[in-house]
């Protein structure tokens, strides 16, 4: 079982992104599936949640900017980020669970399975 995220590099702010979290070992078909990031000295903060059922759930933060949604045929599910701001630079992190209640779908305890990161920095 394992989660991998990619996409994540230098971009200047106003830019745009797209992370990648690829599952193996497991269907993502039926799993929560969220994106989390941390920034150095700071807690792992929400970001973003896809439910198993494609209903989604946005930290205020990133409303409007970012998009999360699923390709299950390619077992991925894929973080849109558009004008992209300093204060998104982080490590982004993707995880997925099976059975998360709604309230706790911005939780990171909730999660099971954890992808490895990628860096995004948004700087000129």
């Known amino acids: 079982v394992q989660l991998q995220a990619s996409g994540g590099g230098l971009v200047q702010p106003g830019g745009s992104l797209r992370l990648s979290c690829a599952a193996s070992?497991?269907?993502?078909?039926?799993?929560?599936v969220g994106w989390f990031r941390q920034a150095p000295g700071m807690e792992r903060e929400f970001v973003a949640a896809?439910?198993?059922?494609?209903?989604?759930v946005y930290a205020d933060s990133v409303k409007g900017r970012f998009t999360i949604s699923r390709d299950n045929a390619k077992n991925t599910v894929y973080l849109q980020m558009n004008r992209l701001k300093p204060e998104d630079t982080a490590v982004y992190y993707c995880?997925?669970?099976?059975?998360?209640?709604?309230?706790?779908?911005?939780?990171?305890?909730?999660?099971?399975?954890w992808g490895q990161g990628t860096q995004v920095t948004v700087s000129s």
């Open positions: 995880t997925a669970s099976s059975t998360i209640i709604s309230s706790e779908i911005s939780n990171h305890r909730s999660y099971n399975y």
């Open positions: 070992g497991f269907s993502l078909d039926y799993y929560d």
């Open positions: 896809i439910r198993y059922n494609n209903h989604v």
